[in-house]
């Protein structure tokens, strides 16, 4: 029997779990990335086609990288983080189908005829691995600081070789442009007296209803 998770638990990932801005000089390991991946992996998506593909910039170098593509507001909260990770979604996601949904054959002919679904089967379910990202990284003692505002085309371009031709790279889905972001998220350990009030939320009533 599933067990409704303690208060502090729920506390940590949810109620308390506050978006940061400002982080403690406490570098993130490459093992605690791992075992993120390795949580938020589970996360449930269409057709099980994981099209979410992460990139986690954790060295200087990298994050200068990013800097031409980040909104100004952006900046120095992401140079600052110690680790920003680009969630991004393969448009050729499909072509794992016959690996991670083997017990329907067809499913990846599907997708490759119907570019439309993939681009809105991709952008749909990389979001929500990111919110499962969010989630993981809560539940390992993380903060998250997640961002829309930046130039989507210079990142693709930057790290997903957009438009050019791209031999050597070692991740297989970097070649070929067809790898494209969706949102930023900065990691790391938030410094917490430099948050901003917690801003409300809508009521149940506001959000939802029951029919
Ligand atoms: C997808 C997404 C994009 C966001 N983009 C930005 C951004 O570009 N810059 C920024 O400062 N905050 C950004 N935010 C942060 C939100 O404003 C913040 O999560 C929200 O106000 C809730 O704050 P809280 O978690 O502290 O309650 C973004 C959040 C999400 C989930």
Same mark, same amino acid.
């Given at each position: 029997m599933r067990k409704t998770l303690e208060d502090e638990a729920l506390n940590q990932i949810f109620r308390d779990a506050r978006t940061h801005s400002g982080w403690l000089d406490k570098p993130v390991s490459d093992e605690l990335l791992q075992q993120l991946y390795d949580l938020l992996k589970w996360g449930p998506t269409s057709a099980n086609g994981s099209p979410a593909r992460f990139v986690f910039l954790r060295t200087k170098e990298a994050k200068e990288r990013l800097r031409p593509a980040l909104a100004p507001g952006n900046v120095e909260k992401t140079m600052t983080a110690p680790v920003t990770a680009i969630i991004a979604y393969d448009l050729? +996601? /499909?072509?794992?189908l016959p690996k991670l949904f083997p017990h329907s054959p067809g499913m990846r002919d599907i997708f490759a005829q119907n570019p439309q679904l993939v681009e809105e089967t991709a952008r749909r379910n990389s979001s929500l691995q990111g919110a499962y990202l969010i989630i993981a990284a809560r539940a390992l003692g993380l903060d998250c600081g997640p961002m829309s505002g930046f130039d989507n085309a210079k990142v693709d371009e930057e790290f997903f070789a957009a438009g050019k031709d791209c031999? #050597?790279?070692?991740?297989? /889905? +970097?070649?070929? #442009?067809?790898v494209k972001s969706n949102f930023l998220c900065n990691l790391g350990y938030g410094d917490e007296p430099k948050l901003f009030p917690r801003a409300p939320r809508l009521s149940f009533k506001e959000a939802a209803t029951l029919l």
């Open positions: 050729l +996601f /499909f072509e794992k031999e #050597g790279y070692e991740q297989e /889905f +970097f070649p070929a #442009g067809h």
